[in-house]
């Protein structure tokens, strides 16, 4: 039986048998995995009879890893990208500064967490007149402010206004017995 091109018989043996197994973003070109992973969230797959981790195999392929004792690392940042161009193998010393890089605030994958973060705080969740006392009683009971409002997706500003019954005034004031404001 002969295999043409953009078939496929299940064993990895290409490079491009590695990409088909991948989410690629077009913007960045990361190959992120989408197979198994080890504990750590190592990319695994059985590859050449034995299970083994995919980014140091495609690495591999490209003649580009060191020989020796190296660790492979992703040097975009994201820990499911095995794209070979994305890759690069460390001897000790240079392993180490990259651990501490990447507890730094240069690595892409980093900023988009920055990004995803902030995104997160600007959703706007329509409050309720429940969820509205719910949130002025849980100021009230002495949670952090930021925290509270950033749950219900609302500015902490906001929170405080509803907490003192200026907003959502009718149901808050009358669930916390609160005095109408002047
Ligand atoms: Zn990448």
Same mark, same amino acid.
């Given at each position: 039986? @002969?295999?043409?091109?953009?078939?496929?018989?299940?064993?990895?043996? +290409?490079?491009?048998?590695?990409?088909?197994?991948?989410?690629?973003?077009?913007?960045?070109?990361?190959?992120?995995?989408?197979? @198994? +992973?080890?504990?750590?969230?190592?990319?695994? =797959?059985?590859?050449?009879?034995?299970?083994? @981790?995919?980014?140091?195999?495609?690495?591999?392929?490209?003649?580009?890893?060191?020989?020796?004792?190296?660790? %492979? %690392?992703?040097?975009?940042? $994201?820990?499911?990208? #095995?794209?070979?161009?994305?890759?690069?193998?460390?001897?000790?010393?240079?392993?180490?500064?990259?651990?501490?890089?990447?507890? =730094? +605030?240069?690595?892409?994958?980093?900023?988009?967490? %920055?990004?995803?973060?902030?995104?997160?705080?600007?959703?706007?969740?329509?409050?309720?007149?429940?969820? !509205? #006392?719910?949130?002025?009683?849980?100021?009230?009971?002495?949670?952090?402010?930021?925290?509270?409002? !950033? @749950?219900?997706?609302?500015? +902490?500003?906001?929170?405080?206004? %509803? !907490?003192?019954?200026? $907003?959502?005034?009718?149901?808050?004031?009358? =669930?916390?017995?609160?005095?109408?404001?002047?």
């Amino acid at each position: 039986m @002969s295999v043409g091109a953009g078939q496929y018989l299940g064993g990895i043996r +290409t490079l491009q048998c590695i990409e088909r197994r991948c989410r690629v973003d077009a913007e960045t070109g990361c190959w992120h995995w989408l197979g @198994s +992973t080890v504990a750590e969230g190592t990319p695994t =797959a059985r590859i050449d009879g034995k299970c083994q @981790s995919v980014r140091r195999w495609a690495l591999s392929r490209t003649r580009k890893l060191q020989t020796g004792r190296v660790f %492979v %690392v992703p040097k975009c940042g $994201h820990q499911t990208c #095995v794209a070979p161009d994305h890759a690069a193998s460390l001897r000790g010393g240079a392993y180490m500064r990259w651990l501490n890089e990447i507890g =730094a +605030t240069n690595t892409p994958a980093q900023k988009q967490r %920055v990004k995803d973060a902030s995104r997160a705080r600007k959703v706007i969740v329509k409050l309720t007149p429940a969820k !509205a #006392v719910e949130l002025a009683q849980r100021i009230h009971a002495g949670e952090d402010r930021a925290t509270v409002a !950033a @749950s219900y997706g609302v500015s +902490t500003v906001h929170a405080n206004k %509803v !907490a003192l019954g200026w $907003h959502w005034g009718e149901y808050v004031r009358a =669930a916390l017995g609160l005095a109408v404001p002047p």
